[in-house]
C-alpha cells in the first residue's frame, strides 16, 4: 500500500462515557489521531462476498500502523461529514492497519 492510495483523510476518535453527580451518562469524543487512509466500499466483489456472511460493515480502511496506538473496536472514525463505528481491526504485515467499519446513521425522532 503506498501513499498514492492513500489520498483520504480520517480523524481517529474514542468514545467515553462519564457519569455526573445527578447519575446522568455522556459520551464524549475524544480526539486520537488524523491519518492519511485508503477507502474501500462495500460492493460485489469476492472479497466482500465472502464478509457479507458475518459482518455488518459498510466500508473498509487501510492506514499506516502508529506506534504506541492500539486501534481498537468500538472507536470511532470520522471521513469527510460521515461517522463510523469500527468493527474489527487487522494487523497487515506489521505496518498497516485495515479497519472493517460500519457507517452511524442518525435515528428519526
Not at 7 to 27: L, R, Y
Not at 77 to 99: A, C, D, M, P
Request: overall charge neutral; aromatic content about 12%.
Amino acid at each position: 500500500m503506498s501513499f498514492g492510495k492513500m489520498n483520504s483523510f480520517i480523524d481517529i476518535f474514542d468514545q467515553t462515557q462519564a457519569k455526573d453527580s445527578d447519575g446522568f451518562v455522556t459520551e464524549t469524543d475524544d480526539f486520537v489521531a488524523s491519518v492519511r487512509a485508503y477507502k474501500e466500499e462495500r460492493h460485489g466483489s469476492k472479497k466482500w462476498a465472502n464478509m457479507a456472511a458475518y459482518t455488518a460493515a459498510d466500508a473498509i480502511f487501510k492506514f499506516r500502523r502508529i506506534p504506541q496506538l492500539e486501534i481498537k473496536s468500538g472507536m470511532i472514525l470520522v471521513f469527510e461529514t460521515e461517522r463510523y463505528k469500527i468493527v474489527s481491526v487487522e494487523h497487515l504485515k506489521g505496518l498497516y492497519v485495515e479497519v472493517s467499519a460500519e457507517k452511524m446513521v442518525p435515528s428519526n425522532r
